[in-house]
Structures are given as C-alpha cells and as structure tokens.
C-alpha cells in the first residue's frame, strides 16, 4: 500500500500478495493493524494528498487523481473528514486550530459524561503530546475529548461521553515535522500510543489508562488529523484551548 496508492489495488490484489485467501487475510489484517484494508489504504492515499498540498502546487484534481481516487468530490469529502479541513483550506494552514477541535468536545445538555485520566510515557521526554479519544484506532476526525500537553506525564480528558471509544496519543521529534507525510521510517521521529476501547456507561465513575509511545511502525494506520502547529505550540497543561 504505502508504495502503489495511486494504483487500483484491490482486498483480492493484497490477499493474492500476502498468498492468504481474501477473507482470511482481511480478518488478520484488521486484527494487526485496528482498520480494514480498505480503510488502511485510504488512510495512506490522505496521507500522501496532505504531503503533496504542503509541498507542491499541484491542483487538487491533479493530487485526487494522483492518490488514486477517480472522483474530486469523493477525495474532498473523505480529506475534510479526516484531516479536519477541506484540501484548500488545509493548503493554505496546514494545521487545525484549537476552536475546530473544542467543537469535538461539546455534547448536548444532559449527555452523561466522565473523565479519563493517566500518565503519558513517551521516548520523546522533551516534546509536545496531544491526547485525545477518537471511535476508530486513527486518528482522524473530530476527537471527543483531547489535551494538547508541553511534555510527557499526567494528562486529565474531561466531559468523556457514553460509549467505546480509542485513546490516541502522538508526539513528533523537534526537527522532524514534516515525518507524518511519510511512511515511517524506524526511528522515534514519530511516536505514537494507541489504547482500547475505553467503554464509558451511565453510572460509572472516573477512568484510568496510562500509555506508552512508541515509534510508529509501517503497520499503524497513519496520522491524518492535522496537528503540527498546536503540538509546536507547546501549550502548558490546563491552558484553556
């Protein structure tokens, strides 16, 4: 996938490659990785659309059809989705601010909500973490809760809603920012903690969950919420966002 997104490839392609029959294959591959092939390979096409809209100017049908997707509005609508905002807005900010992520956060008057709280162990001791619970293992989409911390340690996620959801955490390397257009490449430049489902129901109390980061491995889906500059920002636990 990460080599050939621009082509057609399809579940039966990538069973045949693996030499497992396609149902099997999709079962262990979702089991490894948290998403479908499918989606796996949607992830790494958004991936390589928000490397090309930062760094070329290229049209957006022109990196659509690049990526291997034959419909603009099909690529525009999944970009806007995933990474937050549409592709021509993302060309020229190439980050998501604080106001479009709190909108995640707000839950209708008498939601039954909790919080979720833990330690954030990363090999990246001196680098900005953003946290935050998402329904899916990617982070994508409009978290329902988050936290932007200036370095690893405790982390509080406040007004968590009923249902399961994945805690997410990421940090990138000083100097690296530009990783998370790229498949990942072994080394710590991008770390990444994955957690759950966490299962939130009426009545229960408090939770708890502490994560480790760990360098991200071709086999974790990649990152597509666009976080650059707020995880440059080094904001301070308990800034109000």
């Not at 994955?194 to 990649?222: C, I, N, S, W, Y």
Request: with cysteine.
């Amino acid at each position: 996938m990460h080599e050939n997104f621009g082509e057609q490839i399809t579940v039966d392609d990538m069973a045949r490659t693996a030499m497992f029959s396609k149902f099997h294959f999709s079962r262990v591959f979702q089991r490894v990785t948290g998403l479908s092939p499918g989606r796996f390979l949607s992830a790494v096409r958004l991936r390589e659309a928000k490397r090309l809209l930062a760094s070329t100017s290229l049209s957006i049908t022109n990196i659509s059809h690049q990526v291997g997707y034959s419909s603009v509005g099909t690529f525009s609508s999944r970009f806007t989705y995933s990474v937050g905002l549409p592709p021509s807005k993302y060309r020229r900010h190439m980050s998501v601010t604080a106001q479009l992520l709190t909108v995640g956060g707000q839950h209708p008057p008498g939601t039954v909500t909790t919080t979720l709280h833990g330690e954030i162990v990363s090999p990246l001791p001196d680098r900005p973490v953003f946290a935050g619970l998402f329904p899916d293992q990617i982070l994508e989409g409009r978290p329902v809760s988050y936290t932007l911390l200036d370095r690893p340690g405790p982390y509080v996620l406040e007004n968590v809603p009923e249902g399961r959801w994945h805690l997410i955490a990421q940090s990138v390397a000083a100097g690296r920012d530009n990783a998370i257009h790229y498949p990942p490449g072994g080394d710590e430049a991008l770390c990444i903690a994955r957690h759950g489902p966490v299962t939130v129901e009426a009545g229960g109390g408090p939770q708890r969950a502490d994560v480790r980061l760990k360098p991200m491995r071709p086999l974790d889906p990649p990152v597509l919420l666009a976080l650059r500059d707020l995880l440059a920002a080094r904001i301070p636990p308990g800034t109000p966002v």
